[in-house]
């Protein structure tokens, strides 16, 4: 089954640290791959998204994200992490489905809190 | 320029009751997605339309039902509302959703229903 995984549920972190958001994946052929935030009783805010081309993207917010292949993820990172960054994160994946259409698969979050 | 709007904010229902949660957008989006939010969950698609006049059943399908009679209006539609149906409810939009998509979705603000 095609999926998306976040292992960590919370990730913690010093303001002015790095910060990583794990993703992983599991699909057919080349995936389209997306970050998305979502702050206290709001909609989800695109961060960026990966397509093809050049492995390391860069988004919104000064934030960015690798693809690896190989290892199948699609890390979220931000040099210096901001308290203002404490939301929750979510990864999707474009997938096709068995009808043929495309849909949206999410990971099941991971909150991130940066700690003053 | 209002995106996606979502109506109501919120909701408590008694159970057995017909709901109708009502999303517009203004971006004249092709495609738009109905996803319900649940802890430790994630998002989960209930309902998508890839253009007005089709629409496509997503993973949790059941107890919903969604219509598509125009570009801006995706109403989504409890008949018979129940416990389980508790949730944040998000409605989405891309410019298209067809195979050869690779846009992002935005999102509205949500609604937070209640089945009591």
């Known amino acids: 089954a095609q999926s998306v995984a976040q292992p960590e549920d919370q990730v913690n972190v010093a303001e002015g640290n790095p910060l990583t958001v794990k993703c992983t994946y599991s699909?057919?052929?080349?995936?389209?791959l997306f970050w998305y935030v979502q702050y206290p009783n709001r909609g989800l805010q695109f961060l960026l998204k990966y397509i093809t081309g050049d492995n390391l993207v860069k988004g919104s917010y000064g934030f960015e994200a690798e693809f690896n292949k190989s290892q199948t993820s699609f890390h979220l990172k931000k040099p210096s992490a901001l308290v203002s960054d404490s939301a929750l994160y979510f990864c999707a994946v474009r997938v096709r489905s068995t009808s043929g259409t495309y849909k949206y698969i999410f990971g099941t979050g991971t909150r991130l809190k940066v700690l003053a | 320029i209002a995106g996606i709007t979502q109506a109501p904010t919120s909701q408590i229902l008694a159970a057995g009751r017909r709901m109708t949660l009502r999303c517009t957008q203004d971006m004249r989006h092709n495609a738009m997605y109905w996803y319900r939010q649940d802890l430790g969950l994630g998002l989960r698609l209930i309902h998508y339309s890839n253009t007005a006049g089709t629409t496509g059943k997503g993973e949790v399908p059941d107890g919903y039902s969604v219509s598509r009679a125009n570009t801006d209006d995706f109403p989504l539609t409890l008949a018979s509302a129940v416990p389980s149906q508790t949730s944040v409810y998000f409605c989405?939009?891309?410019?298209?959703?067809?195979?050869?998509?690779?846009?992002?979705?935005?999102f509205g603000p949500g609604t937070r229903l209640t089945v009591l």
């Open positions: 699909v057919s052929g080349n995936p389209y």
């Open positions: 989405a939009s891309s410019a298209s959703g067809g195979s050869t998509s690779t846009d992002t979705q935005y």
